[in-house]
C-alpha cells in the first residue's frame, strides 16, 4: 500500500453544481478524517469516521456537505450548490486505532476551484 | 479561538544552521502534539510528535521540546538543509485519544545555502 489516496487532485467547477471526492485510506487504518486547507491557514478539521460509523462533524461542514464511508474502507466527501467560498485544498487522511495516540497519514488533496 | 498558534510566519535560516519553529496552544486538555511538514501541491507529511508525559523527543536532526506550563513546543532542526525548505504545522490533539487534530497556521522554513 502506497499511502492514503484522493482522486481527483484538481477540480474546477462552475459555482452551483456538485461535486464528489473520494479518499482511499491505508489499508488497515478503520479512522478517516476530512480537513479542508485555505491559503494561509493550517487544515482545518472536517468530519471523522471510524470504519463505516461518521463520528464527529464539525460546524464548518454545513448541510451542503455530506461524508460516507459505506463500507468501512473508501470515503466520499460531496459538495452540493458550491459557493467560491468552497475553494480550497480537501485533504483526506487515516490513522489506526490503538491504545495510545497516533499520527495521522495525509493524502495529497483534491484542490477544489470555483468559478 | 485559534487553540494552536504559530506566530512565525516565516523564518530563513543558512544551511547548518539551527532552525527552531515555535508552536503555543492554549487548551490545557491537549495531550499529543505533532509537527508536519508540508511542500507545494501535497498533503501534510508527518515529522516528530510528542506526548504530553514527556518533555522532549528526538529523531535524527529533529527534536521537539515541550513546555506544559508554558504551553509551549518548539521543533529543533539541526543541521538544516535546503531540503527542510517547506511549511511546518504544529497540530494538537486530546483529550484522551481523540485524533482529530487542530493545526496552527503554518511557518515557512526557507535554508539558503
Known amino acids: 500500500d502506497t499511502g492514503v489516496s484522493q482522486d481527483p487532485r484538481h477540480k474546477i467547477t462552475k459555482r452551483g453544481q456538485n461535486v464528489t471526492f473520494r479518499c482511499d485510506p491505508i489499508s488497515e487504518h478503520n479512522r478517516l478524517y476530512w480537513y479542508r486547507q485555505t491559503l494561509g491557514q493550517g487544515p482545518e478539521f472536517l468530519t471523522y469516521f471510524q470504519n463505516e460509523a461518521q463520528l464527529e462533524k464539525s460546524r464548518l461542514l454545513s448541510d451542503r456537505f455530506s461524508a460516507e464511508r459505506p463500507k468501512g474502507s473508501f470515503s466520499t466527501l460531496e459538495i452540493q450548490r458550491t459557493e467560491q467560498g468552497d475553494s480550497a485544498m480537501y485533504l483526506c487522511?487515516?490513522?489506526?486505532?490503538?491504545?495510545?495516540?497516533?499520527?495521522?497519514?495525509f493524502g495529497q488533496g483534491t484542490r477544489l476551484t470555483v468559478v | 479561538d485559534q487553540q494552536v498558534k504559530q506566530n512565525s510566519p516565516s523564518l530563513s535560516v543558512q544551511e547548518g544552521r539551527i532552525s527552531i519553529l515555535n508552536c503555543d496552544y492554549t487548551?490545557?486538555?491537549?495531550?499529543?502534539f505533532l509537527w508536519y511538514k508540508k511542500y507545494p501541491a501535497e498533503g501534510p507529511t508527518f515529522l516528530i510528535s510528542i506526548s504530553s508525559i514527556k518533555d522532549k523527543n528526538e529523531d535524527g536532526r529533529f527534536t521537539v521540546f515541550l513546555n506544559k506550563s508554558a504551553k509551549h513546543l518548539s521543533l529543533h532542526i539541526v543541521p538544516s538543509q535546503p531540503g527542510d525548505s517547506a511549511v511546518y504545522f504544529c497540530a494538537a490533539s486530546g483529550p484522551f485519544n481523540t485524533d482529530k487534530l487542530i493545526f496552527g497556521t503554518g511557518t515557512r522554513l526557507q535554508v539558503f545555502p
Open positions: 487522511a487515516s490513522s489506526p486505532q490503538r491504545d495510545m495516540n497516533t499520527e495521522a497519514f
Open positions: 487548551n490545557s486538555m491537549f495531550d499529543y
